[in-house]
C-alpha cells in the first residue's frame, strides 16, 4: 500500500493543516487590530460590594462570523458524511462495495439460510484474573451463544484451565507474534470457511463484561435486516479509580450519547465486544493488500496498533453497514493510574493516525480525517486559552470580572453538565466543577502531541497492559478509540 | 475608581503592562473567536436532535424485506410474502 515516508509524516500532515488554519485566524485577528486594554471599571453589587469589571468583548460582527465558521465546518463534516454513508447505502458494484447492502441483500434475496447463529472468540494474553467474569457475563445471555472459543496466546497462567472449567472450548496459537490480531487472524482463518451467511462471529476481550440483553439485541438485528454488517458495544466505565476513573466514565457517557444521537451509526466498532457477519470479515480478509491494507488471507491487519479501528475503517472501506446499538452494553476497564492512561491512550490516538496513513483520504476516511483536525485544532485552541488565562492571572494581581468569559463559562459548564446527564449525579458534579475535566482534556491533548512527535521520529508503539492485583475483579486493557 | 486602578499598578509576576499590549489584544481576540466557536458547536451537541427524515412518510419504507426470512412482511406488504422461498433462486 502507502509508503513508509507517508505514514510517518501523517501526523506532519494533521498538525500542518491544524497549525495552518491557526495562523490564517491569527492574521485576520491582527488585521483588523482590536482594542487594547481596556482599564477595568468598578462597580457595585445592591450598592455594597466593590468589584472590578471588564466589558472588553470582540464586535458582534467577528462574533457572528465565529459562529458560522463553526456552523459552516460542523454542516460540511455532516453532510459529506451523510453523502458517503448514502452512496454505500445506495452502491451496487461488487468491485468497489462488496459488503454494500444492495450487494449483500441480492446475493441472499429468496433465501433463508438458517437462524443466526453466534460463535464468540475470546482472544486472551495471561487473563486468569478477569476471564471467568467474561465468561459468566456472556454463558448467562438470555440469548446464548452457540460456540464459546477461547483463543489462548502464549498463555504461561491457567487461563486454559478456567476456560475448560467453564465448558468453554480452548484453541491454542500457534508460533503467534502478532499479539490479538494475530491470534484472532490463526483461529479465524479455520472457523471462517464453515460459514453461512447468517453465522456471526462476536469478539469479545477476556476483560470485558457484556450487559444482559447485549446478545438478544445484536441477534435480533441481524435478523430483521440481513445487509447488516457488523454490531458493536457501546462501552461505559466500571466503578473505581477515584477522580481519574470518573473522568473516563464522563467520557464514555459522552461518547455514548453521542452515538445515541447518531442513532446509532458508530465511529468504532469497540475492539472489546463486537459482532461480525462472517460474510463480512471473509470480504475483508480477500481484499487485503488489494483495495484495503494488509496481508492478504488476514482478517486483522497485525501491523495496526489499534485493531479494532483497522477493521471498522476496513468495512466501512468496503461499503458495510455497521451500527451501535443502545441495547448493546459493555463494561470496560478505566485506566487506574495516569500513566496507564497515558499508555493507553498513547496507543489509541497513534494508532488512529497510523491507520488514517495507511488508508489516505478516502471517502469512507473522510469523517476520521476530519475528526483528527478536529482534535489537533483543539489542542491549539486550548493551548491559546491556557496561554491568556496565565498572562492574565501573572500580569493582574486584582480580581476582575470579564462578563464575557463569565457567559461563556456558563455556556460550556451547561453544556459539561447536561452531556454527561445519564452517567448520574457524581458525572454532573465532576463536570459542573468545570476544571478537572479541563486538566483532563489537557492531559489528552499533550498525548496527541506525543503521538504526532512519535510517529514522525518512527519511535515503534507500545502496547498498554495493566497488571491486576489477583483479587480484583476487574477488566483490563480495552481498545476503543 | 482611579484610586484603585493606582493601587494595582503591577501584576504579581509580569508587569501589568503586558494586559495593554497588542500582542495581548491579538491573543484575547484569537482565544476569544476560537472559544465562541467551541462554544457554538458545545450548544449544536446538547439541543435535541431532529431527524428530519422522520417527518417525511415513505422515506423510510422498504421494497422488500431486508429480513433473514424471506416471507417476512414489509412496511409497504404487511401480510403478503415478498419473495420466492426456493434456495439457491437468488440473485447471485
Redesign the interface.
Known amino acids: 500500500m502507502r509508503s513508509q515516508v507517508f505514514n510517518r509524516g501523517v501526523g506532519l500532515v494533521v498538525a500542518a493543516i491544524a497549525g495552518g488554519a491557526a495562523i490564517l485566524?491569527?492574521i485576520a485577528?491582527?488585521s483588523d487590530?482590536?482594542?487594547?486594554?481596556n482599564?477595568?471599571?468598578?462597580g457595585a453589587i445592591f450598592g455594597v460590594w466593590?468589584l472590578?469589571y471588564d466589558m472588553?468583548?470582540?464586535t458582534p460582527r467577528?462574533?457572528l462570523?465565529?459562529?458560522s465558521?463553526?456552523?459552516l465546518f460542523?454542516a460540511a463534516v455532516a453532510l459529506i458524511e451523510i453523502r458517503v454513508s448514502n452512496r454505500s447505502r445506495r452502491s451496487f458494484d461488487v468491485q468497489t462495495s462488496p459488503l454494500a447492502?444492495k450487494v449483500i441483500?441480492?446475493?441472499?434475496?429468496?433465501?433463508?439460510?438458517g437462524?443466526?447463529s453466534v460463535t464468540v472468540l475470546i482472544p486472551a494474553h495471561n487473563e486468569e484474573v478477569t476471564l471467568p467474569d467474561t465468561l459468566r457475563s456472556i454463558l448467562a445471555q438470555s440469548h446464548r451463544p452457540d460456540r464459546v472459543i477461547v483463543v489462548a496466546d502464549n498463555c504461561t497462567d491457567d487461563t486454559v484451565a478456567i476456560a475448560h472449567s467453564h465448558g468453554v472450548e480452548v484453541v491454542e496459537t500457534v508460533d503467534n507474534t502478532a499479539k490479538k490480531a494475530g491470534a484472532l487472524n490463526q483461529v479465524l482463518r479455520s472457523i471462517l470457511p464453515d460459514q453461512g451467511?447468517?453465522d456471526v462471529i462476536m469478539v469479545l476481550d477476556a476483560d470485558t463484561a457484556v450487559d444482559d440483553g447485549f446478545l438478544a439485541a445484536a441477534v435480533s438485528r441481524?435478523?430483521?435486516?440481513?445487509?447488516l454488517m457488523a454490531v458493536g458495544g457501546l462501552f461505559y466505565g466500571e466503578e473505581g479509580a477515584g477522580l481519574l476513573g470518573q473522568l473516563q466514565r464522563n467520557e464514555y457517557v459522552r461518547y455514548s450519547a453521542?452515538i445515541g444521537?447518531r442513532?446509532g451509526r458508530v465511529f468504532v466498532l469497540t475492539g472489546t465486544a463486537s459482532l461480525f457477519r462472517s460474510t463480512a470479515l471473509r470480504t475483508v480478509a480477500a481484499n487485503r493488500g488489494a483495495s484495503i491494507p494488509g496481508i492478504r488471507g488476514d482478517v486483522y491487519d497485525t501491523a495496526a496498533l489499534t485493531e479494532d479501528n483497522e477493521l471498522t475503517l476496513a468495512l466501512k472501506s468496503l461499503g458495510a453497514l455497521i451500527i451501535s446499538p443502545a441495547e448493546c452494553t459493555v463494561v470496560t476497564e478505566v485506566m487506574p493510574t495516569v500513566g496507564a492512561l497515558w499508555v493507553q491512550r498513547l496507543r489509541w490516538q497513534r494508532g488512529a493516525l497510523e491507520n488514517l496513513g495507511a488508508y489516505g483520504l478516502t471517502p469512507a476516511t473522510f469523517r476520521y480525517w476530519a475528526q483528527q483536525l478536529g482534535i489537533g485544532y483543539?489542542v491549539i485552541?486550548l493551548s491559546?486559552?491556557v496561554?491568556?488565562i496565565m498572562?492574565?492571572?501573572?500580569?493582574?494581581?486584582?480580581w476582575v470580572w470579564f462578563p464575557?468569559?463569565l457567559g461563556?463559562g456558563v455556556?460550556?459548564t451547561?453544556?459539561r453538565v447536561?452531556?454527561v446527564w445519564n452517567g448520574g449525579w457524581r458525572a454532573r458534579l465532576l463536570a459542573a466543577a468545570l476544571v478537572p475535566e479541563l486538566i483532563f482534556d489537557i492531559v489528552l491533548d499533550l498525548v496527541y502531541v506525543q503521538g504526532i512527535i512519535d510517529i514522525t521520529r518512527g519511535r515503534k508503539g507500545a502496547w498498554g497492559h495493566v497488571d491486576h492485583a489477583p483479587a480484583r475483579t476487574a477488566l483490563q486493557e480495552e481498545n476503543v478509540s | 475608581?482611579t484610586g484603585?486602578?493606582q493601587?494595582?499598578p503591577?501584576?504579581?509576576?509580569?508587569?501589568?503592562s503586558?494586559?495593554?499590549?497588542?500582542f495581548?489584544?491579538?491573543?484575547?481576540?484569537?482565544?476569544?473567536?476560537?472559544?465562541?466557536?467551541?462554544?457554538?458547536?458545545?450548544?449544536?451537541?446538547?439541543v435535541p436532535?431532529v431527524?428530519w427524515s422522520d417527518w417525511l412518510p415513505g422515506r423510510r419504507r422498504r421494497t422488500?424485506t431486508?429480513?433473514?426470512?424471506?416471507d417476512a412482511a414489509t412496511r409497504e406488504h404487511p401480510e403478503a410474502p415478498s419473495?420466492?422461498?426456493?434456495?439457491?433462486?437468488?440473485?447471485?
Do not use: C
Open positions: 485566524l491569527w485577528v491582527a487590530p482590536p482594542a487594547q486594554g482599564v477595568p471599571s468598578t466593590q472590578l472588553q468583548a470582540p467577528v462574533l462570523a465565529a459562529v465558521l463553526a456552523a460542523a447492502p441483500m441480492a446475493a441472499t434475496r429468496g433465501t433463508f439460510h437462524a443466526v451467511p447468517n441481524f435478523t430483521n435486516d440481513r445487509g453521542q444521537r442513532r483543539s485552541a491559546g486559552f496561554l491568556l498572562i492574565t492571572v501573572f500580569a493582574v494581581n486584582a464575557f468569559w461563556l455556556v460550556f451547561a453544556e447536561v452531556s | 475608581m484603585l486602578i493601587a494595582i503591577t501584576g504579581i509576576v509580569l508587569p501589568e503586558v494586559l495593554h499590549s497588542e495581548f489584544a491579538v491573543l484575547a481576540a484569537f482565544v476569544a473567536v476560537n472559544t465562541v466557536m467551541y462554544a457554538a458547536l458545545a450548544i449544536s451537541k446538547i436532535m431527524h422488500e431486508r429480513s433473514i426470512f424471506p419473495a420466492p422461498t426456493v434456495r439457491g433462486s437468488g440473485t447471485p
